[in-house]
């Protein structure tokens, strides 16, 4: 054999073996990229199991949950705390109107470095969030815990919580409260409109009240206006509602037909047997026609500022032709300052007048909302009242 075939097969022995090299080397960076992707895996089958055994965190054994391994959180996540909540929504479930719902969102921070929460803000001021401290290690578990207060609703509510964090990952989250209320007691209407009524006719209307326990009853109902209206309670007996038996009382408010002309609003009180619910209001309100009518019924400032100056004015009329006088006119508010004029349409005749307010905006008052009081000399009108409308800013 030449010295040339010696040379090679000495480099094809040598670049053989280095092939053998080569392939043992990536069958060993194959194997430690699957162990390393087992152990990741392992590690958030262990997270994952540990989050999502309960849909209720209040019912999570939190002593048993593991925390995640700091060494096992994805290289991405190095340097960065980061929140994770078992479930973003929390059910109540069904609760009366009397009682409060309490609810547990159960989290874990999963990322390498420590978690702040700077803030927890609910989006309605009936629910209270509580959070027993603000800064979780890595893998550290923690709850915020929920009281929901449904006075004043009824049927589904959600409710949203914002979750802020020191995270660039987590900066913030939302969680959600859901509840299903039921009233204790159920009252329709809460407000009686009566239509518009012309003077001397008198008209009655029913509230319907609802209660849940055994022998239930409205043990006493007053109205504050006795001269416009009279009031009653009387038993309606088992009725179904909502799915269930239920027993109804009623009360029935009549509006007189000694009503004096006049925009009347009068409030309710009415006492029960249901000591959850003993006492609570309504209210009704009616528009008496007289001989006097205004137009337009009611004066609307809109929006304006302090500063702005206005004129506003209507017509009161008499129905009939019959002559009139209107002897003052004036609202009490601390938003405005205004003169009051009135003169008859026809000084002969002086069966329209017009009442004109001139002024200028000195508060602010977002929803201006007062009476314009009328003096006549027309029996059992002798006092009208004009409702003055609108927005007034401070700019």
């Not at 087992?38 to 997270?47: D, E, F, G, V």
């Not at 959850?276 to 019924?297: E, H, Q, T």
């Not at 069966?351 to 007062?370: H, L």
């Amino acid at each position: 054999m030449c010295l040339a075939d010696l040379y090679i097969c000495s480099r094809s022995i040598r670049a053989a073996q280095h092939f053998d090299e080569m392939n043992r080397e990536m069958k060993q960076m194959k194997t430690q990229r699957k162990l390393h992707t087992s152990a990741l895996a392992i590690a958030s089958l262990a997270l994952l199991s540990g989050l999502s055994t309960a849909t209720n965190a209040q019912s999570l054994d939190r002593e048993n949950l593991s925390p995640v391994m700091p060494s096992m959180i994805s290289p991405a996540l190095e340097g960065q705390g980061k929140l994770v909540f078992a479930s973003k929504t929390q059910d109540t479930g069904e609760i009366l109107d009397t009682d409060k719902g309490k609810v547990s969102f159960l989290f874990r921070n999963t990322g390498s470095a420590p978690l702040t929460i700077t803030q927890v803000k609910p989006s309605c001021g009936c629910t209270v969030p509580e959070l027993a401290k603000k800064t979780y290690m890595p893998g550290e578990q923690g709850s915020i815990e929920v009281t929901f207060d449904p006075k004043g609703k009824k049927g589904a509510i959600s409710r949203n919580i914002t979750v802020y964090t020191d995270s660039d990952i987590t900066p913030s989250l939302s969680i959600v409260v859901r509840s299903l209320v039921k009233a204790v007691i159920i009252t329709e209407p809460k407000i009686m409109p009566f239509d518009a009524v012309v003077k001397g006719n008198s008209v009655t209307k029913d509230f319907k009240v609802f209660g849940r326990i055994d022998g239930f009853k409205v043990t006493r109902a007053t109205v504050d206006d006795t001269d416009s209206f009279s009031i009653e309670v009387l038993d309606g007996g088992q009725v179904e509602r909502e799915g269930e038996m239920m027993t109804m009382q009623i009360i029935r408010l009549t509006l007189k037909d000694t009503a004096k002309p006049d925009n009347h609003r009068a409030q309710i009180t009415v006492r029960t047997n249901d000591e959850r619910k003993p006492i609570y209001s309504l209210a009704a309100v009616a528009r008496v026609l007289g001989d006097l009518k205004m137009n337009p019924v009611r004066v609307t400032m809109g929006r304006m500022v302090v500063g702005d100056e206005f004129e506003r004015e209507f017509h009161v009329i008499s129905k009939s032709g019959s002559a009139f006088t209107i002897s003052s006119a004036v609202a009490n508010s601390i938003a405005i300052e205004a003169n009051y004029t009135f003169t008859p349409v026809d000084e002969e005749l002086r069966n329209d007048w017009i009442v004109k307010i001139t002024g200028k905006v000195v508060n602010s008052a977002a929803r201006f909302n007062t009476q314009l009081h009328i003096v006549t000399d027309v029996e059992d009108e002798e006092q009208l009242t004009v409702q003055m409308y609108g927005q007034l800013r401070r700019e």
